[in-house]
């Protein structure tokens, strides 16, 4: 599974962005997905992450409340919708891929990673 994560860009606090990952191959719906970040000096955080049915959904509680992880099988993509922006979001954001062969653990290991697309909250 290759993963192309999109949507980044420089936005003011308060502001939204919806960052996108896109999956090659058939499989996507076999694996659930998340949403990771990374700050310059700071360690690899979990996001967002939800399971391959899109029947759950799991967040950090930075973000709870502001932003959305969805699914849209049809087009192998998974979303993250962040509104109400901080300063603090400001980071690299990843997205990642765990099989469904076992139960979805969110801050658990992923078998797949996209590149990366730079999000940046002015204040």
């Known amino acids: 599974v290759q993963l192309q994560a999109s949507g980044g860009g420089l936005v003011q606090a308060g502001g939204s962005l919806r960052l996108s990952c896109t999956a090659s191959?058939?499989?996507?719906?076999?694996?659930?997905m998340g949403w990771f970040r990374q700050a310059p000096g700071k360690e690899r955080e979990f996001v967002a992450g939800?399971?391959?049915?899109?029947?759950?959904?799991y967040y950090a509680d930075s973000v709870k409340g502001r932003f959305t992880i969805s699914r849209d099988s049809a087009k192998n993509t998974v979303y993250l919708q962040m509104n109400s922006l901080k300063p603090d979001d400001t980071a690299l954001y990843y997205c990642?891929?765990?099989?469904?062969?076992?139960?979805?653990?969110?801050?658990?290991?992923?078998?797949?990673w996209g590149q990366g697309t730079q999000v940046t909250v002015s204040s």
């Open positions: 191959g058939r499989t996507f719906s076999s694996y659930s």
């Open positions: 939800i399971t391959w049915s899109g029947g759950s959904t």
């Open positions: 990642a891929a765990q099989n469904a062969l076992r139960s979805y653990d969110p801050r658990g290991r992923y078998n797949y």
